[in-house]
């Protein structure tokens, strides 16, 4: 089931579990999801369920409808898309742990199955050497951070970022690791169909080297491209 969870400046004030066919957002109190803010039309959009998929529509608002940042008129929701109704935010979040499972068995490379000593090599030859012994010893505190998934299939996926080495990539096309040190997260090109086919971060390859990461970069790797987000 989908929820739509509103928040102002940060602050959560409400969750909307999304089980009728017909939401409609505004300042009247005959909204089903009502926001008392002056920024906010009277009846500002409407979102309309349809099976599995869910769209919105802005109902010609005086201050219109955004999402992710840009002006809409009809939007196919998405998990993770935030609808910025005056001040006010609102975030789509599907509970579809089925399809979350689905992207990891896809893209998120399991120990069992990783060829563990290339692993060790790249990260080696890269220079970490600290997130090498992480492997043993658990990752150092640092902050947390996910990626979460900006193109395809899976897009507004997301995956937590909790262990010291995260595999990710299609073996025999791309792989790579994102290795947890106590600087930081950095990137780390494992192996390619290509000598040199390096994943990108923010359109630029990687190289052979570790490239640390930072909030908002943009992974693309295997065909997927990934947001890295931090906190």
């Known amino acids: 089931m989908a929820r ?3 928040s102002l400046d940060g602050t959560v004030l409400a969750e909307y579990n999304m089980n009728k066919e017909r939401y409609t957002i505004g300042r009247l109190p005959d909204n089903d999801i009502r926001i008392d803010n002056p920024a906010v039309s009277g009846h500002h959009s409407l979102i309309i369920n349809i099976l599995n ?49 689905e992207f990891e068995k896809t893209m998120v490379i399991q ?12 990260v080696s030859e890269a220079g970490t050497t600290a997130a090498r012994r992480t492997l043993g010893n658990g990752a150092p505190a640092i902050k947390k951070a996910k990626l979460q998934v900006l193109s395809g299939a899976f897009a507004g996926r997301e995956l937590e970022l909790t262990k010291a080495l995260t595999t990710l990539g299609r073996p025999g096309v791309q792989v790579a690791a994102i290795t947890r040190r ?24 990687i190289g052979a080297q570790a ?19 931090e906190g």
């Open 4 to 6: 739509l969870i509103l």
């Open 53 to 101: 998929d869910s769209f919105l529509e802005d109902l010609n608002s005086t201050n219109g409808t955004y999402v992710n940042g840009k002006l809409i008129k009809k939007h196919a929701l998405q998990h993770g898309d935030v609808i910025t109704a005056g001040h006010h935010q609102l975030r789509f979040v599907e509970d579809d742990e089925a399809q979350q499972d």
């Open 111 to 122: 120990p069992s199955a990783r060829p563990v000593e290339r692993i060790r090599a790249a």
């Open 182 to 205: 106590a600087e930081g997260y950095f990137i780390v090109h494992v192996d390619s169909e290509g000598s040199d086919n390096y994943p990108l971060v923010n359109g630029a390859k």
């Open 211 to 229: 490239r640390k990461l930072s909030d908002n970069d943009v992974i693309q790797l295997a065909g997927v491209k990934m947001g890295f987000f």
